[in-house]
């Protein structure tokens, strides 16, 4: 029953609509999903970081908390919120941002941030393939340009066909990815030996807290676009608990396997470290694989943040703005990404938690956990957007403090609460009506 489900959904994956009830699936599919979402180079990377400023023991903490509180916490709030309401997070923030809002702000903010991830991804997999084949890819560009752009159109084609084939391609990659791991660890034995591992304890560069934050910084656009893959779950409050497992059970030891072998290389390049390391051809054939997974999501994030921005619902016009994403992100992969990486992560650290605020704020605490298809702009969203980002950007930058992404959301999520209040006392509007009438109460109980 569910795989005839599966099949058809994939046929009609609207971008808009809510997906009907008996179209949702157990919790392990969206799960497996986050878990190859996790399955991701910079992952990889930001745990070869780590390993340049920590010990194997103090990353274990900073693990521990980063992804077993703040990434587990975020991610089932926000996978909830799309299980509930049954659609996308571009469309469900059409509820709080207003729709004009929600399609040209945080919808081109998904559009960028995930082409972004996506684009760095597809360099670091056109490097490793053309390393696989022999390709010098720092010198022979217009191979590597090659290479990178069929390895790109290759990561894309699941998502433009639709959700339903994401959880095949995860049945192949999420094994691949485990291999991955355990080749990773034992390269790294081999080569830089136990004794090396245990003891490294480097000179510290970075606080623990700035360690967490960069650890989220990976994972923050999680807490906005959970929603694209929990639509289809059941909304039940354990199911939406027990998603995120995909990521953390993934997440943890591809971390910690980025940091066990960069220890003795000193490089955060994974391409070089894998190389230094002696890793066969196969090797590298399955950090594609495993590479696949998370580009699957980002790709299939653009596309319905694309579908959001320009109001289109049909699957046939979902897969065409996907492809048409995927060529502007195979564009800049082959501009340079790559040297822009860190960059990138803070930037986005800073954006997707202020987005997120306002979204759970609104959800929660203004509708009774309801959608509403609020038309124009919400300015009181936009000003909780600007002042949660501003708040992150001081915090990150400025004057260094706590953890930014956390803070950009709760300032956000307090910031809109408080803007509503307000402007419900003094100039009310449709976004300030925050009782349901019957025919929108009907709505959204048939949307799930």
């Avoid at 999501?297 to 320009?310: D, E, H, K, Q, T």
């Amino acid at each position: 029953m569910e795989d005839k489900g599966i099949t058809k959904s994939v046929g009609k994956d609207e971008a808009l609509s809510a997906i009907p009830f008996d179209k949702r699936q157990h919790w392990l599919t969206p799960a497996m999903i986050f878990g190859g979402l996790e399955f991701t180079i910079p992952v990889l990377m930001v745990g070869a970081t780590l390993a340049g400023a920590f010990g194997l023991s103090s990353i274990f903490w900073i693990l521990l908390v980063s992804l077993f509180v703040f990434q587990w916490i975020g991610n089932a709030v926000a996978g909830y919120i799309g299980a509930k309401t049954g659609r996308s997070s571009s469309v469900v923030a059409r509820t709080s941002f207003g729709a004009q809002q929600a399609r040209f702000i945080v919808g081109l903010t998904i559009f960028i941030v995930s082409l972004g991830w996506w684009a760095l991804q597809t360099a670091v997999a056109g490097n490793a393939i053309s390393a696989m084949v022999g390709i010098d890819y720092e010198n022979q560009v217009f191979s590597w340009a090659v290479v990178t752009i069929i390895v790109g159109l290759l990561f894309a084609i699941p998502s433009i066909i639709g959700y339903g084939s994401m959880k095949w391609t995860d049945y192949i990659a999420v094994p691949a990815g485990l291999v991955l791991i355990i080749a990773g660890i034992f390269y790294a034995l081999k080569n830089t030996g136990w004794e090396t591992i245990t003891s490294w304890k480097p000179e510290s560069s970075m606080t623990f807290l700035a360690a967490v934050s960069l650890i989220i910084g990976v994972n923050v656009s999680q807490w906005v676009i959970a929603s694209d893959y929990t639509r289809y779950a059941k909304p039940k409050v354990k199911d939406n608990i027990l998603i995120p497992l995909g990521i953390i059970a993934v997440g943890f030891p591809l971390f910690y396997v980025g940091a066990i072998m960069s220890v003795g290389v000193g490089d955060a390049d994974i391409v070089n470290v894998m190389m230094n390391l002696g890793f066969p051809l196969w090797g590298f054939l399955i950090l594609w694989f495993a590479t696949w997974t998370s580009q699957l999501v980002n790709n299939y994030s653009m596309g319905l943040a694309l579908a959001n921005m320009f109001n289109v619902n049909s699957n046939k016009g979902r897969a065409l703005l996907t492809l048409g994403g995927t060529i502007i992100a195979i564009v800049i992969a082959l501009a340079g990404i790559l040297d822009y990486f860190m960059d990138f992560l803070y930037m986005t650290a800073l954006i997707y938690p202020a987005i997120a605020g306002v979204m759970m704020a609104d959800f929660f605490f203004l509708r009774n956990q309801q959608w509403v298809d609020n038309k124009g702009w919400n300015w009181m969203a936009t000003i909780a957007l600007v002042f949660g980002t501003f708040i992150g950007y001081l915090t990150q930058y400025v004057n260094s403090f706590g953890i930014p992404a956390v803070q950009s959301l709760i300032a956000s999520g307090i910031v809109y609460l408080i803007a509503m209040k307000v402007k419900s006392s003094v100039k009310p509007d449709h976004f300030t009506e925050t009782e349901l009438g019957p025919l929108e109460k009907d709505r959204n109980q048939n949307a799930i």
